[in-house]
């Protein structure tokens, strides 16, 4: 049985930063494209960022590009996304995913977490 659990999120202040973790359990990590998924209050759940299994290609939206970056120790079992530069428009539950195979940027993933707050105050 595969589990992904966050952590990370929080309550911090506009211009600050966090680092999302999500450990992920079972399975082959290695085998897995990961990405970031965020859902705000109202709005329907969107795709942040992907890694690919290779760590080689990577893709961000454009509302996060240049401010996070996604990242993925395989030993460790870990996904990560830092983000820097925080805007309250960034406040929502963040949830990390993983898919078998490539990546893609739908919602097309066969693993998720439960989700992490991530608050930004103005």
């Known amino acids: 049985q595969v589990q992904l659990v966050e952590s990370g999120g929080g309550l911090v202040q506009a211009g600050g930063s966090l680092r999302l973790s999500c450990e992920v359990s079972?399975?082959?990590?290695?085998?897995?494209?990961l990405g970031w998924f965020r859902q705000a209050p109202g709005k329907e759940r969107e795709l942040v960022a992907t890694?690919?299994?290779?760590?080689?290609?990577?893709y961000y939206a454009d509302s996060v590009k240049g401010r996070f970056t996604i990242s993925r120790d395989n030993p460790k079992s870990t996904v990560y996304l830092q983000m820097n530069s925080l805007k309250p428009e960034d406040t929502a539950v963040y949830y990390c995913?993983?898919?078998?195979?490539?990546?893609?940027?739908?919602?097309?993933?066969?693993?998720w977490g439960q989700g992490t707050q991530v608050t930004v105050s103005s």
């Open positions: 995913a993983a898919r078998i195979g490539l990546t893609v940027r739908t919602m097309d993933y066969n693993y």
């Open positions: 079972g399975g082959t990590f290695s085998s897995y494209a």
């Open positions: 890694i690919s299994r290779n760590i080689l290609n990577t």
